[in-house]
């Protein structure tokens, strides 16, 4: 059981983690296909039922650490039990422009009678046009699609709540994703948060704005003080209107736009960079001299002025107001770098300062981890990480303890 009595705020990436949510992968990663999975953004088809282990004994481990876990299936149908969040959750399912206007009616009136359960089951697999109900009449729409065709896009993205929204201190910032694959998933986050209990009087940062901002991006460097990765997903412009919603919401005095390569190995900033340690950072070595950052802040007019480009390390500790921002050296060669790098070893989760989740696979890095005194708890990710995230990328903190 969550205690929702406890107000959601985090505000650093350390802090002593005490409620996140999960998405436990369920059946919309049974929809992968060899045809779908490049445009669905999973490199292979993960076997469901070791994924779902996988999952659930990350979440015992999380739990064993004293994290409450909230699972998105169950936020999203609790949710869908208020009667405006059934009619929003209908809306987000279906899409005219695909299905034509009378196979949308018919798939409305059908969704507007079914249960929470089998709306929000709807809402994360999906539908193929077989699985919709029978209808009077003729639909040359549903003709001419195979059965196996979406009429409602599957989300199995959604296992990796980072992105698809981010607490900054006590507000939420619901994501606009970047990819086709990904972009419905706004959607059921925006449910949860307006009708589950727990978040209906939370605050939003990033409102309204919708230029592409995903939570891999959003690093929260120390309380007031957030770097936003600029590349494959975010854009400058999204990094931009975050940094302004931010500043005029008065909960962060400085943001640190870095420009990442624009490469599915690198397409979020969790994916070369994350936080283990109040002053340290695990990183990915051939980024360490590389990354750079411009430096926002906000002006005594109501703009803002930015700076740069700086070093990452230099800008951030600066930004931080520490004298230096530690990098873990996990001196690999190159290539073992790249390997672990790709399979997440940089995108580490950190329950408290100097104690991390990690997948098992990435021996060296781990290794290099607990030298430097890191304490690595090692959880099996052979299915999940074909999704290609890691342990950060599979969480979204809701609570942390202030450090
Ligand atoms: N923060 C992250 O790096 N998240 C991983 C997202 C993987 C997902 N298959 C995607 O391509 O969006």
Request: hydrophobic share 40%; net charge negative.
């Given at each position: 059981?969550?205690?929702?009595?406890?107000?959601?705020?985090?505000?650093?990436?350390?802090?002593?983690?005490?409620?996140?949510?999960?998405?436990?992968?369920?059946?919309?990663?049974?929809?992968?296909?060899?045809?779908?999975?490049?445009?669905?953004?999973?490199?292979?088809?993960?076997?469901?039922?070791?994924?779902?282990?996988?999952?659930?004994?990350?979440?015992?481990?999380?739990?064993?650490?004293?994290?409450?876990?909230?699972?998105?299936?169950?936020?999203?149908?609790?949710a869908?039990?208020?009667?405006?969040?059934?009619?929003a959750?209908?809306?987000?399912?279906?899409?005219?422009?695909?299905?034509?206007?009378?196979?949308?009616?018919?798939?409305?009136?059908?969704?507007?009678?079914?249960?929470?359960?089998?709306?929000?089951?709807?809402?994360?697999?999906?539908?193929?046009?077989?699985?919709?109900?029978?209808?009077?009449?003729?639909?040359?729409?549903?003709?001419?699609?195979?059965?196996?065709?979406?009429?409602v896009?599957?989300?199995?993205?959604?296992?990796?709540?980072?992105?698809?929204?981010?607490?900054?201190?006590?507000?939420?910032?619901?994501?606009?994703l970047?990819?086709?694959?990904?972009?419905?998933e706004?959607?059921?986050?925006?449910?949860?948060?307006?009708?589950?209990?727990?978040?209906?009087?939370?605050?939003?940062?990033?409102?309204?704005?919708?230029?592409?901002?995903?939570?891999?991006?959003?690093?929260?460097?120390?309380?007031?003080?957030?770097?936003?990765?600029?590349?494959?997903?975010?854009?400058?412009?999204?990094?931009?209107?975050?940094?302004?919603?931010?500043?005029?919401?008065?909960?962060?005095?400085?943001?640190?736009?870095?420009?990442?390569?624009?490469?599915?190995a690198?397409?979020?900033?969790?994916?070369?960079?994350?936080?283990?340690?109040?002053?340290?950072?695990?990183?990915?070595?051939?980024?360490?001299?590389?990354?750079?950052?411009?430096?926002?802040?906000?002006t005594?007019?109501?703009?803002?002025?930015?700076?740069?480009?700086?070093?990452?390390?230099?800008?951030?500790a600066e930004?931080?107001?520490?004298?230096?921002?530690?990098?873990?050296?996990?001196?690999?060669?190159?290539?073992?770098?790249?390997?672990?790098?790709?399979?997440?070893?940089?995108?580490?989760?950190?329950?408290?300062p100097?104690?991390?989740?990690?997948?098992?696979?990435?021996?060296?890095?781990?290794?290099?981890?607990?030298?430097?005194?890191?304490?690595?708890?090692?959880?099996?990710?052979?299915?999940?990480?074909?999704?290609?995230?890691?342990?950060?990328?599979?969480?979204?903190?809701?609570?942390?303890?202030?450090?």
């Open positions: 059981m969550i205690d929702e009595t406890t107000p959601p705020r985090v505000d650093s990436e350390v802090g002593p983690l005490r409620a996140v949510l999960l998405h436990r992968p369920g059946n919309e990663l049974k929809r992968l296909t060899p045809r779908n999975n490049d445009q669905l953004l999973f490199d292979s088809i993960p076997w469901v039922d070791r994924a779902q282990e996988e999952h659930d004994a990350f979440a015992e481990v999380l739990r064993g650490r004293g994290v409450e876990v909230l699972l998105l299936a169950d936020a999203l149908r609790t869908l039990s208020d009667t405006r969040a059934h009619a959750g209908v809306h987000a399912a279906v899409d005219e422009r695909r299905l034509g206007v009378d196979l949308a009616d018919s798939l409305r009136s059908h969704l507007s009678s079914v249960s929470p359960e089998v709306l929000a089951e709807a809402l994360m697999a999906g539908m193929t046009f077989e699985e919709l109900p029978a209808a009077e009449g003729v639909s040359l729409v549903r003709l001419m699609n195979h059965p196996n065709d979406f009429a896009d599957p989300l199995p993205n959604l296992l990796f709540t980072r992105d698809s929204s981010a607490w900054i201190g006590d507000r939420v910032a619901v994501s606009s970047t990819m086709p694959a990904r972009v419905r706004t959607a059921v986050l925006d449910l949860i948060y307006a009708y589950h209990p727990w978040f209906r009087h939370a605050s939003r940062a990033y409102g309204a704005h919708s230029a592409p901002i995903e939570g891999g991006d959003v690093m929260l460097l120390s309380p007031g003080v957030l770097a936003i990765g600029v590349g494959e997903r975010t854009t400058a412009a999204g990094a931009e209107s975050l940094a302004r919603s931010v500043f005029a919401d008065g909960i962060a005095h400085t943001v640190l736009a870095v420009p990442i390569e624009q490469t599915r690198t397409m979020h900033l969790d994916t070369v960079c994350t936080m283990v340690a109040a002053d340290a950072v695990v990183m990915y070595p051939l980024s360490r001299d590389s990354l750079t950052a411009f430096t926002m802040r906000p005594d007019d109501g703009s803002m002025k930015v700076e740069g480009p700086a070093p990452f390390l230099t800008a951030a930004a931080m107001g520490i004298d230096r921002l530690r990098v873990i050296d996990t001196g690999l060669d190159p290539v073992t770098a790249e390997r672990e790098q790709w399979d997440d070893g940089n995108n580490t989760l950190a329950l408290a100097g104690v991390v989740v990690g997948y098992e696979r990435n021996v060296e890095t781990n290794a290099r981890l607990e030298e430097a005194g890191i304490e690595v708890l090692a959880i099996t990710g052979s299915e999940l990480g074909s999704g290609r995230g890691g342990p950060r990328c599979m969480s979204c903190p809701i609570r942390r303890e202030s450090i």
